[in-house]
Structures are given as C-alpha cells and as structure tokens.
C-alpha cells in the first residue's frame, strides 16, 4: 500500500518562500523501487480542476509547467523516499491545495494535500 503525505505549506506574503515535502510510505516502495518511480507536484485551487506543476524522474530529470518554471524548483532524497517542492516569488494565485503522486497518476494514492495561502 502505497502513502503519500505531504507537508510544508502554510500562509505566506506574496514574494516569499515555501517548501513542500512529500514523504511516500516505504511499505509502498519496498526496497528501491522509490528511486525508479517518477514523482509530479500538482496543485488544486477552489473550483478548479487539479493541475500539474513539476515532474521528477528516478533519475532527476525535470520538466515544469508554465505557471511553475522559474519560480519552483522540484527534487528529490532516493534514500528518504521523499519528494520536494520549492516554492519562490509567491503570488496570490499560488493560493491552493498541493499534492503529490507517482506517474504515471494512480488516483488511489492522492494524499490529503498541504495548504498554501499566499496572501498580506
């Protein structure tokens, strides 16, 4: 069984910082299938659908959607079994719900999400 729990957000000004965590159950990634999965970051904002934000594969290779390049940087702890998302120049449109999952997205393992609220 497969968990995936994540942890970071909170309330933040416009222009500051967050980092999100993702902490995936080694039950579920038993010995080292962790560092062969690749991870994403989405985020869902109120009455909108959930969107991708930034993929990671096993072996650190990146590609980011439009709203996150620049300004958030994914990666990852093999040894861990942990993803990250770095989160800079925040805006108010940043405001959501973030979460993470394996791709490809397996509906089962949505977490409950963290909250970020960008916001003076």
């Known amino acids: 069984q497969v968990h995936l729990v994540e942890s970071g957000g909170g309330l933040v000004q416009p222009g500051g910082s967050l980092r999100l965590s993702c902490a995936a159950s080694?039950?579920?990634?038993?010995?080292?299938?962790?560092?062969?999965?690749?991870m994403a970051w989405y985020r869902q904002q109120s009455g909108e659908q959930r969107e991708f934000l930034a993929i990671i594969s096993g072996g650190g290779s990146t590609r980011y959607a439009d709203s996150a390049k620049g300004r958030f940087t994914i990666s990852r702890d093999n040894v861990k079994n942990m993803v990250f998302l770095q989160m800079n120049s925040l805006k108010p449109e940043d405001t959501a719900v973030y979460y993470c999952?394996?791709?490809?997205?397996?509906?089962?393992?949505w977490g409950q999400g963290t909250q970020v609220t960008v916001s003076s």
């Open positions: 999952n394996t791709v490809p997205l397996i509906p089962d393992y």
């Open positions: 080694e039950s579920g990634f038993s010995g080292s299938k962790f560092r062969f999965t690749t």
